[in-house]
Every structure is written in C-alpha cells, then in structure tokens.
C-alpha cells in the first residue's frame, strides 16, 4: 500500500516537474530573445500601453536573461514557489495569480456541479442501458445521448446559445450575473448567478453524459456475467433487486477510475464553454490573455492547470484502494 | 479477405460511420470544383447578407461568401486530422511495438512517458506551444496536434504486441530462426494491422478535437480557413449574438458531422475487433 502511494506520488511530481519545466523551457527555446519577440506580437495585437523600454527592461529582469540558463531556471523555481507568477502585461500592474483567484471559484464552481450531474445521470442511463429489463423509452434516449458525447463541448454550447439564448431567449447569454450588478451574500445572487450557469452547465452535462454512460454501461454487462449475479438469481432475488443491490453497485466502483482517466479532457472542453458564454473563469480569461498576448497571464493559467490536474488525478488515485478492495488486492 | 470484408459489411455501425466521413471527403474534394472558392476570401462579396440564391449559406461580417468559406475549409480541417493522425499512429505505433516487443527498461520509459504526458491537460501544452510560435499554419498545427495523439495509439498497440508475443505461432517463428526485425514485420505486424486502424482513429479523433479547441481559442492558423477558424471569426464578430444563423451553423453542424462519424467508426471497430478476439477464443 505504502509503495502504492509512493509511486502515486512520485508520478505526480513527475507531471508537475515536467509542467513547470515546460513552461519555462518553451519561451526561451523558440528562434529570436523572448522579450522581443514577445513585445512584437504585443504591439501588432494592439495590446499594448505605456512605456515600452520599462516593460522591456522589466521583462529582461523578470526572466533573468543575462544570467547563465541554469540560473534563469532557479530563479524561475523560486517565484513558481512564491506562487509569484508574474504582471499581466495587458493589465499593467495587476498580478496574474490575483487575476487567476479571481477566475478559480467560477471555473470550480461551474466544472464541478456539471461535472457531478453528469457523472451521476451518465452513470445511471449506462446501467440501465445495459440492463435487459430496461424499457425502449432509455434505449431511445441512450442513442442521441451518445452521439451528443462526440461532440466538443463548446460546439454544443454555441447550439443552446442559439436556442435557449437568442432564438427562445429564456436564459442570459453571457457573463456569471448581470454586468452591472453586484453580487452579495443573498438569495438573490444566489439566484442570479444559478440562472446565468444554466446553459454553460447544460452544454458540459450533455456533452460528457454519454462518455459516462458508455462506459458504466461497459461496465455493467461484464458485471452482468459474474457468478454472484447467478446466485443471486437463483436465491430468487427479484430482478429490480439483483439490478441495484448486485450489479450497479459492483459496476460503481470501477466507474469512478474512469473520473481520472477523463479529468484533463473534462476541463480542456470546460475552458472553451467558458468562451462561448464568456463566464468569467479561467477559461474566459485564459481567451483573453490570448486575444492580448499577455504571455504571463497565458502561462500562469496554463501552469495552474496542468498542477491542478495532475493533483486531482494524485488524489483520486489515493481515493480508489479504499472504496475499491479489488484495486488495494491487485496492487498487492 | 473476403471473410474480412463481409465482416466489416455486418458492422453497420462501422459502414454508417465511414459512409458519413466519406461524404465529408467528398464534398471536400468536389466541393471547390463546383463552388466559387474565392468568395471565400475577406471582402469578395457584400457584408452580412442572409441566404438567398446567390449566396446559398449567405455572407459573414468580413465579406466572404459562407458557402466558399464552408467547401474551402472542409479540406484544410480533414487535412490536419490525417496527417495528425498519421504522425500520432506512426510516432505511437513504433513506440508501443518497442515497449511490447523489448519489454524491460524501455517498456517501463515508454510507458511512463505516455502516462505522464496524459495526464498534463492537451489543451494547456498546445496553447503554450501555439503562443509561442509566430505564423501558424495547417501543417505546422497538425504537426503540434499530433505532439499529442501518439499515446493512446501507444498504449493499444504496446497492450496487443505483448499478447500476441505470448502465442505459439510467434514461438514457432523464433524456434525456425525468425529473429529481430523479419519476426515483427512478417508475424507481428500483419496480425496488428487491424489495432493499428483502430487507433488511427483514435489519434484523429484525438487530434482533430485539440485542432478545433485550438482554433476557437484563436490560436489557429490566422491566415488560412479551416473549420475551427471559421467558428473563432464567427465567434468573434458575435455571430450567434447578432443571430447570424447562416454563419455559424455550416461550421457547427460540420465539425458535429466529423465528430459523430468518427465515433461511429471507431465503436463499430471496437465490435470488430471484440467479435474477432471471441472467434479467437
């Protein structure tokens, strides 16, 4: 088990390590100086303002250039440590992690409840789909659900935003409450804000439901096969009966392994439903930085996720053995 | 052969699939003989008109006749998707034949590395990656995609090199004096032949999806039309907000259209090749 948690853990420095050694390692590896190049594409995007020799200078600094790579590479350690990562360069002076804890709790917020819903409904119709009892109603269902789960999320979203946005305005088109009010501590953002997260939720919930729903449904039929559903059977147990208590529950667990394997692909379709709908996280401003070339805000965000996920990842691995017995077995 | 072939005749799925991405082909290839495909470029038509006879799928806010746009970017998306997965299964498949064929050190490498560069987020590498180069274009983005669809390609092929060595033919092979090389050209790869189709699906599939996130986060090819960048312009200029239907939906319903055939094709595989390993067995 210790070894088990050993190797986890080591795999996800591994991935962290790999993350931050990217980041630091791709800006100074393309033909040309960084900051050059960088300010050029600035200026040609228009993002620029102010003194452009100071924020050269200051860039210069930053990033350590004259200083031989393996020194820049400390340095850049020591500030990833610090959890300092930088000015956004088309904000001048505000901080990129300031600008990323304020995106985080939308992103969080928005990913996770989606994320929940369609894990839980997914997980549902890919057992029932696989039982023989199930009606033709699910069966019906189950065959768009599934071809709505090839689709990327945001193509999905750009439909309800037609639909339920423009066509059939029922709900608000963009942003995570109305730009001009200002969220407080009551019923009515609460309200406000659950109104605004309904169609970037929907596109996420019915773009993945049917990946959850393949492969639970998987699942299920091997289960299906076991000798303890014959016995169960045969003890007489009614069929709803063997169905939940016996073959969802054993199918339940090995579904959570797939929440890992699908983390990254969940929130790479995330961020670009935030675009869609302009909702305010990391996403959205991930767009932004893009749009601007603000390249700290760009790698900030992108160091966030890769770290995010790989510890995600760690901490459902470290999840698996104690509600799965089969899994803490097998790595015995 | 022909048992092969009817095989795949009873796979509807796989022939639903392949039919859909077929069309696409085709309009692909056709299209611009009966298409005018320089109305595709910016200003060769009036701004934001809505369908009419002259302009069937109507014009965007840049001027460019959506139709031309749609027949001129179908080819350069299905381009990056091919040549992606080509250099994905290539790249993926010679890495997992390695790793199942040595076993050992650079199994454990090869594995690890694949594992690892999974769980780092796609789109957080690509982004960076794209960010940092200066004209992007449709090869050099199917080369960046394809950085990223080599492990699943890896993994299936590693998985079924290392089961198919175990087989008594493959011992009878070495014990004729089959070593080396001719082993895995003459009696591994033939017999891995039908996963290696399987997974350059997946690595198109892979790959295709990172090219269109790419491209609406706009970091496409600026210069060129593809699907994805027809979306990030439409997206752009508000095209869904401005309810420009004609504008957003060919690209919308195209890119869906890929996505389903894909899907078809590579679930009706699965079932192939399952039917087959049950046959085996």
């Not at chain 1, 709900?171 to 609460?190: E, H, I, K, L, M």
């Not at chain 1, 692909?265 to 961020?271: F, K, L, M, Q």
């Not at chain 2, 994905?88 to 790793?99: K, P, S, T």
Request: net charge positive; glycine share 10%; proline share 5%.
């Amino acid at each position: 088990m210790a070894g088990y948690i050993l190797r986890r853990f080591a795999l996800m420095l591994l991935v962290v390590f790999l993350a931050i050694t990217i980041n630091f390692l791709l800006p100074r590896a393309m033909p040309g100086d960084p900051v050059e190049l960088q300010l050029e594409q600035l200026s040609a995007g228009g993002g620029q303002t102010g003194d452009i020799q100071a924020t050269a200078a200051a860039m210069r600094t930053r990033m350590g250039l004259d200083q031989p790579l393996w020194r820049q590479y400390l340095i850049y350690l020591g500030h990833v440590a610090r959890l300092d990562l930088g000015v956004s360069v088309a904000h001048y002076p505000e901080r990129v992690a300031d600008e990323i804890r304020a995106g985080l709790p939308w992103t969080i917020g928005l990913l996770g409840l989606a994320t929940l819903i369609s894990f839980g409904l997914g997980t549902l119709l890919g057992g029932l789909l696989a039982w023989p009892g199930s009606g033709r109603l699910t069966r019906m269902i189950g065959v768009p659900v599934i071809m709505l789960s090839a689709v990327p999320y945001f193509i999905l979203g750009i439909v309800l935003l037609a639909v339920f946005g423009i066509a059939w305005p029922i709900f608000p088109v963009a942003g995570a409450y109305p730009f001009s009010y200002f969220p407080q501590a009551d019923w009515r953002t609460v309200e406000l804000i659950a109104w605004h997260g309904m169609l970037p939720a929907l596109s996420i919930v019915l773009a993945s439901l049917g990946t959850w729903a393949i492969a639970m449904r998987g699942m299920v039929v091997g289960v299906l096969g076991e000798d303890y559903i014959t016995l169960a059977r045969a003890k007489g147990l009614g069929p709803r009966r063997v169905f939940f208590a016996y073959g969802l529950r054993n199918a339940l667990l090995p579904q959570v392994t797939q929440l890992a394997l699908t983390l990254s692909h969940v929130v790479s379709g995330a961020i670009l439903v935030e675009v869609i709908f302009a909702y305010p996280g990391i996403g959205y401003r991930l767009y932004q930085a893009i749009q601007a070339k603000d390249v700290f805000v760009i790698q900030g965000i992108v160091l966030l996720l890769s770290v995010s996920i790989a510890l995600a990842t760690f901490l459902l691995d470290l999840v698996y053995p104690l509600i799965d017995p089969r899994i803490r077995i097998a790595q015995e | 052969m022909s048992a092969v072939l009817r095989q795949i005749g009873r796979e509807k799925l796989l022939l639903a699939g392949l039919l859909l991405l077929g069309c696409l082909a085709l309009v692909g290839l056709l299209g611009p003989l009966v298409t005018d495909t320089s109305l595709a470029e910016i200003g060769t038509t009036r701004a934001r008109l809505p369908p009419d006879a002259a302009h069937l799928l109507g014009t965007d806010t840049q001027g460019r006749d959506v139709l031309a746009a749609l027949v001129a970017a179908l080819p350069q998306t299905l381009k990056i998707g091919l040549l992606a997965g080509l250099l994905g299964l290539g790249v993926g498949g010679l890495l997992g034949l390695l790793a199942g064929y040595l076993r050992g050190l650079s199994d454990v490498v090869i594995r690890t590395t694949a594992d690892v560069v999974m769980t780092i987020p796609a789109i957080a590498v690509l982004v960076l990656v794209a960010t940092n180069v200066r004209t992007m274009t449709v090869g050099l983005m199917a080369v960046i995609v394809a950085g990223l669809a080599w492990m699943y390609p890896t993994r299936a092929i590693r998985a079924q090199t290392l089961s198919l060595r175990e087989l008594t033919y493959i011992d009878m092979a070495r014990l004729n004096g089959i070593g080396g090389l001719r082993l895995v050209m003459t009696e591994l790869l033939p017999n891995l032949a039908p996963y290696f189709a399987a997974s350059f699906v997946t690595a198109v599939s892979t790959a295709m999806l990172a090219t269109v996130g790419l491209e609406a986060l706009g970091l496409g090819p600026q210069n060129q039309l593809t699907l994805g960048m027809m979306l990030y312009w439409a997206q752009y200029y508000g095209a869904v907000l401005r309810g420009m239907w004609w504008w957003w939906l060919p690209p919308v319903a195209a890119i869906a259209l890929i996505f389903i055939g894909l899907l078809a094709v590579s679930a009706g595989m699965d079932r192939l090749l399952n039917a087959r390993t049950r046959q085996d067995g």
